[in-house]
């Protein structure tokens, strides 16, 4: 039997979610309170596996059990793993599955959230979760050239140059990308098939540099067509960056459970 699961965490305290030799991931947490649980060994599958720092509010996952229906009870087995969960790791949301779902392959869309703190001082608001920038951004100009990412494109430009030359392929599909202004936050959000390593950081980068005049709303197609990671901005902080949710046909995380993006400031 195949059961699926929303997961949040706050990433500060993870080097990533995949399992590592060395460092705490979320993945090594995960598998172990529900071996614990469940009493077998469980691998767990996600839809998307983010880098050191970078939060999730809908994360989701799917693991295998030889154990049926009748043995489970899912409210409870989620009581229990989240018991066993450290403080900043938690599942909201669980759903038995088909045999043939995947978190990763049967994805449909991945959501993405990149928080800025948009304010000339420091603030305690929103700190571990959003990068600050002091000066005053155009948003009209970030989503101007924002509109030049969607559809289907090369983004070579967009992730470390290593993972081009070693053959990774670089097309993806940006169905939405939004710049969203909702004081004291600017708010990116990122809807699309699949993304590149750091592809959503080193947008936000590039877009923020067009947000405070350091490059001009043109040059977001000329960095596209060239393909040359140099031309691009720089790679913005982890921790300023939330995988807001995975879509699919057959599982779907309840909409109470994560605020639409657009009215996400009170909560970060």
């Not at 899912?74 to 900043?88: A, R």
């Not at 990412?149 to 169905?175: H, I, N």
Request: hydrophobic residues 40%; contains cysteine; charged residues 20%.
């Amino acid at each position: 039997m195949k059961l699926a699961f929303t997961v949040q965490y706050s990433g500060e305290g993870f080097v990533g979610f995949q399992r590592q030799k060395h460092g705490r991931t979320v993945q090594c947490e995960l598998e172990r309170a529900f071996s614990i649980i469940l009493r077998h060994a469980v691998r767990i599958y996600a839809a998307g596996r983010t880098d050191s720092g970078v939060h999730a509010l809908g994360q989701v996952i799917h693991l295998r059990t030889p154990l049926s229906e009748n043995d489970i009870n899912l409210p409870k087995l989620i009581y229990g793993v989240n018991s066993l969960l450290p403080q900043d790791l938690s599942i909201i949301h669980g759903a038995k599955v088909s045999d043939s779902f995947h978190a990763r392959f049967s994805c449909l869309a991945r959501e993405y959230l990149y928080c800025l703190l948009n304010t000339p001082y420091r603030m305690v608001l929103g700190a571990s979760w959003c990068h600050w920038i002091r000066q005053d951004l155009d948003v009209d100009k970030m989503q101007q050239a924002a509109q030049m990412l969607l559809g289907e494109r090369d983004f070579a430009a967009f992730t470390p140059a290593v993972y081009a030359k070693m053959g990774e392929k670089t097309r993806r599909r940006l169905d939405k990308l939004e710049v969203i202004k909702i004081p004291p936050f600017v708010y990116l959000y990122f809807r699309g098939s699949g993304f590149l390593h750091n592809m959503v950081r080193i947008i936000t980068g590039t877009l923020v540099e067009i947000g405070q005049g350091k490059k001009k709303v043109e040059d977001m197609g000329q960095i596209l067509s060239c393909r040359n990671r140099l031309l691009a901005g720089v790679t913005a902080p982890a921790k300023g960056l939330c995988f807001l949710r995975a879509r699919y046909e057959e599982y779907e995380t309840p909409e109470e459970l994560i605020p639409p993006y657009r009215w996400l400031a009170p909560y970060i």
